[in-house]
């Protein structure tokens, strides 16, 4: 993360938060599965197989959702290099709203699938050479990530700050799970349209900072 400026740095936190508060609503109205944390639903996925209850199938359908969404993102970004991150970002709003329009009619795990699609193309937007720069929507590779800076700074690394990033990740995941819970209580239905407003609005800033005062796209 240290290679990205502060203003995207910043982005990838709200993304974060955007990730915490769909998971967070996923988590209570599917009865402890997930949007954006695949190695939870992995869990359930290993444990419904092994106790023959049937739970297996919502995860593995969470996690094919997920992957799918990755994978359109990696397609976006390559067919859109140099607006991918307004490419990918445009995705999951229009992704994270037909989830809500569907919500309306059918509330239940199929909308939520699509949730569980745009958390994998969020995953899109941070992204060199083919491969994820920042994980925004699992948290612990950047606690691993932070642990690890830590260390570096206690014994005597010259970048002494370099954790705070990864802790920012962290944090902003940790307050949008709490947003989540507590808006997606009283939104109700409409909770899912939050967060594909919140999408919109972070597809504009994204659009805002990749460019330059001259006009040309810039990292």
Known sequence: MQSYAPR????????????????????????????SFMSGNSTRLGVGIGLGDGT??????????????????????????QRRKVAVLSAVTVTL?????LWMV??????????A????MENGVFARDGEVAIGVSYMTGSLVRMAQRLAGALMGDPDRWAF????LLWLGFALGV???????????????????????????????LTRTATGTVQE
Not at 61 to 78: C, H, T
């Open 8 to 35: 995207f740095i910043a982005l990838a936190v709200a993304l974060a938060a955007l990730a915490g508060f769909v998971d967070a609503i996923a988590f209570t109205r599917l009865g402890g599965y997930f949007v």
């Open 56 to 81: 297996a199938t919502l995860a593995a359908a969470l996690i094919l959702a997920f992957v799918a969404g990755v994978m359109g993102a990696a397609i976006l970004a390559r067919r859109f290099a």
């Open 97 to 101: 709203a037909a989830a809500a329009a």
């Open 106 to 115: 059918l509330p239940g795990p199929l909308p939520l699938l699509l949730v």
């Open 117 to 120: 699609a745009a958390m994998g």
């Open 164 to 167: 705070v990033p990864h802790l």
């Open 178 to 208: 709490l947003l989540g819970a507590r808006v997606g209580l009283a939104a109700d239905d409409a909770a899912l349209w939050i967060a594909a407003a919140a999408a919109g609005g972070l597809t504009l800033v994204a659009a805002g």
